[in-house]
């Protein structure tokens, strides 16, 4: 389930529908009022962490494994 912002042209309104992605766009606002409606683009929340156990070393990054030092060639 998606929620959706669309605009009434004919009331103003602008209000929010949670559908399937399946279904199509909404064509007659919930006001009941015939006229066109247009689905408009929002900001999506993206990922909300609340609650306790969420560390900024969760999802950090491996640090590249250093390269051994060719300096030290000391065979002989």
């Known amino acids: 389930m998606a929620t959706y912002d669309y605009h009434c042209n ?7 529908h949670v559908q399937s992605m399946k279904e199509d ?3 007659e606002c919930l006001c009941g009022q015939k006229g066109s409606v247009e689905r408009r683009i ?10 306790s ?3 900024v070393t969760d999802y950090k990054k491996e640090s590249t ?7 030290d060639s000391g065979n002989a």
């Open 10 to 16: 004919t009331c103003g309104k602008d209000f929010e």
């Open 25 to 27: 766009a909404l064509t």
């Open 42 to 51: 929002s900001a999506s929340a993206g990922i909300i962490f609340k609650g």
């Open 65 to 71: 494994p250093s390269t051994p030092s060719t300096s």
């Open 53 to 55: 156990g969420f560390y």
